[in-house]
């Protein structure tokens, strides 16, 4: 077994229907718990403490982003919305660019990026206010936003190929692909690393991703061409109901023509998020972790539980336009 596919042993709850939101819920839960085991030594203890939380709500940000006016835009940027080379460009302060393009704009096209230096702040504060019930609900989300800056089609407007007559590509890469295949791929990433610079971080994880975009496009429309619609697609049981789905024949296909591209993402996804916090926990002071109450607390726990209620009873509310199939 290939390294840290161990972990895969550990996580049977993760094999869920998913959803074509940034990687499905598979992919953010196993993002989050892949990245506690990168912690070193002053941290590692309490997040995997924690790993059940970290695990399950690593897929909240999703879960307000159709109900919570405000959340769309910060799963994604909309890099080719700005011209040539934007993402080298664009102002790394967000109060520069508000200044620049304005807010509603920004809004529109997206801020992952901003978002996740404002909540880089925020969990260094948790930290050096030795909060628990902060330090997990914050490390819970910014794992999640990372972890969408680690979407090439969370890069595009064109993030579902419904400008190229390819819907459906987004569910396809980020989430067909690792729940097929994820079992086989080596996902350890090493021990995280102190981020000097954690803007700069968090913009390279952008410019890679979309420097992927063009391929992810481009040879899927080529298998296209190879497979017939019967071929390419097919139908699976989930649950109590059968779904038209990418083929299996076909998913493996379009991931051997990006010769582990999608690995080499959730690979690198995984390693930044540990990177992030343990950056994180550094700037905070490094407060020793033995020290603080090892486990949400019962107010943390019914918050969750509360959010989840309300989150699912809400109506839809609107939210920025794109990236909202």
């Not at 794992?143 to 190229?164: K, S």
């Amino acid at each position: 077994m290939k390294k840290y596919g161990f972990l895969l042993l550990f996580v049977p709850l993760l094999f869920v229907a998913l959803r074509a939101q940034a990687w499905g819920f598979f992919g953010h839960r196993l993002l989050n718990r892949l990245a506690v085991y990168t912690l070193p030594p002053g941290m590692i203890g309490f997040y995997k403490a924690n790993i059940d939380y970290l695990t399950v709500n690593a897929t909240r940000p999703d879960s307000r982003r159709m109900v919570v006016p405000g959340e769309a835009p910060k799963h994604f940027l909309d890099v080719d919305r700005y011209g040539d080379s934007a993402e080298f460009k664009l102002p790394r302060k967000y109060a520069d660019a508000v200044a620049r393009y304005g807010e509603d704009s920004l809004l529109r096209h997206g801020i992952v990026p901003w978002n996740v230096v404002s909540m880089k702040s925020q969990l260094t504060a948790a930290f050096q206010a030795k909060d628990t019930d902060r330090i997990l609900r914050l490390s819970a989300d910014l794992g999640h936003y990372i972890a969408d800056a680690c979407v090439p089609l969370h890069t595009t407007r064109n993030y579902n190929g419904q400008l190229t007559g390819q819907r459906g590509i987004h569910g396809l890469w980020e989430s067909r692909l690792p729940e097929l295949l994820s079992a086989d791929y080596d996902l350890f990433s090493g021990r995280a690393e102190y981020l000097a610079n954690p803007t700069d971080a968090i913009w390279s994880a952008v410019a890679r991703s979309h420097a992927a975009v063009d391929s992810v496009l481009r040879f899927e429309k080529q298998l296209t061409t190879e497979f017939s619609d019967d071929q390419k697609f097919g139908y699976e049981q989930r649950g109590s109901q059968t779904i038209r789905t990418y083929s299996r024949a076909f998913s493996k296909a379009y991931h051997a023509r990006l010769n582990g591209q999608v690995e080499r993402q959730l690979r690198y996804a995984s390693g930044l998020i540990g990177d992030f916090w343990f950056t994180c926990w550094v700037d905070g002071g490094s407060p020793d972790l033995r020290q603080l109450q090892y486990q949400p607390s019962d107010k943390e726990q019914q918050r969750v539980e509360l959010e989840a209620k309300e989150t699912a009873a809400a109506p839809v509310a609107g939210t920025a336009p794109g990236h909202d199939e």
